[in-house]
């Protein structure tokens, strides 16, 4: 470790935590009493709450107090209230919302089974759940860890294990999540992350930038804005959400990006295509429901038995999947 980096530190600080941390914390009444969650601070700028009984999703984020995530009417919700079959009065929304693990999109029946909207891994409560801030290594560093179960009796056996790793001094965020197939029978696989951009970041000035290929609207209502697809609006009343397609296209590193900029504000989430190959868009200048969507995924958000068309992806039994997503905040 770079000592002068560490002994600065200890020299200037009793607790390590006046700079960098990782405090865990239960929330206290509504429909989030109960809820355990860990904020993070970076130590320049970057903070953001991690919701250990929310799949370890990521609620409010903001970079040197100003806020760039986006908050439903729902607010925080306990797991204790998720309904896959209310899916949108538990959907906070926050900075990332993971949809999954065998569905997203619309309700649909498919194969005999009745699945809701996006999937139920986002109601999920982390196991094994535990976070440090690791001294030890060149750079200071939080890490944060817990494990998903999906599973039932005669069905599917699901595990996603999921770390997300922040070092002192830097803006960014590493999420890895591998998703293992404990089950002796294959299983369907459809993962998209529902990151969540809103104001003060997203305002009429905003800018929406890519490396992926854009391929189409989804339907006619984003056909109505797709020149306008990289570009935001002030609030308006009554506003239908527009989504776009794109593929993702690796650059010399292996990754392709997609951000937000507002001035001098901003962030570029990196995927591998090769994990994730689709790219969602999801705009809504709504009033009251004022986001951006930049959702990463290996499907489209149609629901199941629309994605065979376009080619289901599965999980062998005994076998895994790894997706790693890196986000550069500025």
């Given at each position: 470790m770079d000592n002068t980096l560490r002994s600065n530190l200890y020299k200037y600080t009793g607790d390590?935590?006046?700079?960098f941390y990782a405090k865990k914390y239960k929330c206290c009444g509504g429909k989030a009493d109960g809820m355990m969650a860990v904020e993070i601070s970076s130590g320049a700028g970057l903070q953001f709450?991690?919701?250990?009984?929310?799949?370890?999703?990521?609620?409010?984020?903001?970079?040197?107090?100003?806020?760039y995530s986006y908050s439903t009417k729902a607010g925080y919700v306990?797991?204790?209230?998720?309904?896959?079959k209310e899916w949108g009065k538990s959907f906070g929304a926050g900075f990332l919302?993971?949809?999954?693990?065998?569905?997203?999109?619309?309700?649909?029946?498919?194969?005999?089974?009745?699945?809701?909207?996006?999937g139920e891994i986002s109601g999920v409560p982390a196991e094994d759940f535990c976070s440090e801030v690791n001294?030890?290594?060149?750079?200071p560093e939080i890490i944060v860890k817990g494990k998903m179960r999906i599973g039932q009796i005669f069905g599917q056996n699901l595990r996603m294990t999921r770390e997300i790793r922040v070092?002192?001094?830097?803006?960014?965020?590493?999420?890895?999540?591998?998703v293992e197939n404990r089950d002796g029978n294959q299983c369907p696989y459809m993962i998209m992350y529902h990151f969540n951009m809103g104001y003060p970041l997203l305002t009429e000035n905003a800018q929406f930038s890519t490396s992926a290929k854009y391929i189409r609207p989804r339907d006619s209502e984003a056909k109505k804005g797709e020149d306008n697809r990289a570009t935001f609006e002030k609030p308006q009343l009554n506003f239908k959400e527009q989504v776009y397609y794109y593929r993702n296209i690796a650059n010399d590193q292996g990754l392709s990006y997609t951000g937000i900029i507002n001035g001098n504000m901003g962030l570029k989430i990196w995927v591998n295509p090769k994990q994730l190959p689709n790219l969602i868009q999801w705009k809504n200048p709504g009033v009251g429901d004022y986001v951006m969507g930049i959702e990463p995924a290996n499907c489209f958000p149609?629901?199941?038995?629309k994605q065979k068309e376009y080619g289901l992806d599965f999980i062998e039994p005994c076998s895994k999947k790894v997706q790693e997503i890196y986000i550069d905040i500025f």
């Amino acid at each position: 470790m770079d000592n002068t980096l560490r002994s600065n530190l200890y020299k200037y600080t009793g607790d390590i935590s006046q700079v960098f941390y990782a405090k865990k914390y239960k929330c206290c009444g509504g429909k989030a009493d109960g809820m355990m969650a860990v904020e993070i601070s970076s130590g320049a700028g970057l903070q953001f709450t991690v919701l250990a009984d929310r799949a370890m999703d990521i609620g409010q984020l903001s970079f040197k107090g100003v806020n760039y995530s986006y908050s439903t009417k729902a607010g925080y919700v306990s797991p204790v209230y998720f309904d896959y079959k209310e899916w949108g009065k538990s959907f906070g929304a926050g900075f990332l919302t993971t949809c999954g693990l065998t569905q997203v999109g619309p309700p649909c029946e498919c194969d005999g089974e009745c699945l809701g909207l996006h999937g139920e891994i986002s109601g999920v409560p982390a196991e094994d759940f535990c976070s440090e801030v690791n001294m030890d290594e060149d750079i200071p560093e939080i890490i944060v860890k817990g494990k998903m179960r999906i599973g039932q009796i005669f069905g599917q056996n699901l595990r996603m294990t999921r770390e997300i790793r922040v070092k002192y001094g830097i803006n960014n965020i590493h999420i890895k999540d591998i998703v293992e197939n404990r089950d002796g029978n294959q299983c369907p696989y459809m993962i998209m992350y529902h990151f969540n951009m809103g104001y003060p970041l997203l305002t009429e000035n905003a800018q929406f930038s890519t490396s992926a290929k854009y391929i189409r609207p989804r339907d006619s209502e984003a056909k109505k804005g797709e020149d306008n697809r990289a570009t935001f609006e002030k609030p308006q009343l009554n506003f239908k959400e527009q989504v776009y397609y794109y593929r993702n296209i690796a650059n010399d590193q292996g990754l392709s990006y997609t951000g937000i900029i507002n001035g001098n504000m901003g962030l570029k989430i990196w995927v591998n295509p090769k994990q994730l190959p689709n790219l969602i868009q999801w705009k809504n200048p709504g009033v009251g429901d004022y986001v951006m969507g930049i959702e990463p995924a290996n499907c489209f958000p149609e629901g199941r038995a629309k994605q065979k068309e376009y080619g289901l992806d599965f999980i062998e039994p005994c076998s895994k999947k790894v997706q790693e997503i890196y986000i550069d905040i500025f």
